[in-house]
């Protein structure tokens, strides 16, 4: 008769890789980093990521390192609601709002910009003989 053995409840100290060293992963993805919370309190009140600073804090280092890229961030935003690889859970629904609201006002900021860039040259007339 052959003995199996039982399944222990979690695998070997040996076998357990540490999430700073797992692919795609770096050591300042599991915390705010101190840029990332100056540009959080910058931001209006209502706006601000707080759920997705607490569940997602890579989320939100990669937004705040993208704001001031107006185009990158917003493609930045679009791609996180959106599942390329056909195996994504997503984000819970206040994540996925809060996610909403910063793309609205990150495109609407540059929205500004471009307004305000347009402004400043006036058409010009053509020259006369």
Known sequence: MQHLARPTASPPRALVVPRYQRSGHGALDDALQRL???????LPEPLRPQQ???RH???VNQIAALWG???????YLDELQTDRRGNRRGFGPEVTLELQ?????????????????????????????
Not at 37 to 42: A, D, G, I, Q, Y
Not at 69 to 75: G, K, M, T, V
């Open 101 to 129: 609201r910063l793309r609205a006002r990150r495109a609407g900021l540059a929205a500004m910009a471009r307004q305000r860039a347009a402004s400043d040259f006036p058409a010009t007339q053509p020259m006369g003989p």
């Open 57 to 59: 804090p890579r989320v």
């Open 69 to 75: 890229l107006p185009q990158r961030c917003i493609a």
């Open 52 to 54: 997705c600073a607490r």
């Open 36 to 42: 990332t919370v100056l540009w959080m309190k910058s």
